[in-house]
């Protein structure tokens, strides 16, 4: 029952997206309404620059960490599983919210801050890993599905079946929203990050 909770209490803390509170008070209007659609840091940074981006970032950051915080401190039981479970409550939360009909984000500061909460040193490691990938291909659909397959193996070595079992759903919800994003980056098709100068250029 306590897992339940767990992931309806992140549910909850998820449900407050960031990009929309930003574009609101920014741009008036509804961020699903702006650049790419997608509620998350990346749109946000796009359309509105670095600073409005990392407020973004940070309040994503934020909730997954209260709600943690929240489960840890109610069902210490659980041990580092709850960041698990809490956690991905919060990412099914932010990528299916119910105001919005359940069209929210991808999920990828959601995901990351939980894998780092279960296990930091292992998780900072995947976030690392899944940030090189974008730095070198430029692609971050890419990167975003190799941190969340790289937290495969410290959810198995820390958190046995289960932790693994949390980490597969963690997987499968991160390819399936970045799914149409690696089909163009498979055909060239996909806005490189952090190129813009040299494609201008070229």
Request: proline content about 3%; some cysteine; aromatic content about 8%.
């Amino acid at each position: 029952m306590e897992r339940v909770i767990c992931l309806l209490i992140g549910y909850g803390f998820g449900l407050v997206l960031f990009a929309e509170l930003v574009a609101k008070l920014r741009l008036h209007q509804s961020a699903r309404t702006v650049g790419s659609g997608n509620p998350g840091t990346a749109n946000i940074t796009r359309q509105l620059g670095i600073k409005w981006g990392l407020a973004t970032l940070t309040g994503d950051l934020l909730k997954t960490g209260c709600a943690c915080w929240l489960c840890a401190a109610l069902f210490p039981q659980l041990g580092r599983l709850v960041y698990l479970w809490a956690g991905l409550g919060v990412t099914l939360g932010h990528n299916f919210p119910l105001w919005t009909r359940f069209r929210g984000g991808k999920g990828v500061a959601t995901t990351c801050a939980f894998t780092v909460l279960f296990a930091p040193l292992w998780g900072g490691a995947c976030v690392l890993l899944g940030g090189t990938v974008v730095l070198a291909t430029g692609y971050l659909p890419v990167g975003a599905v190799v941190i969340t397959a790289a937290a495969l193996l410290p959810a198995g070595r820390f958190g046995g079946a289960e932790g693994l079992a949390l980490a597969c759903v963690a997987l499968l919800l991160m390819a399936d929203r970045h799914h149409p994003g690696l089909v163009r980056a498979l055909e060239g098709k996909e806005r490189r990050a952090l190129r813009r100068k040299k494609e201008g250029a070229a």
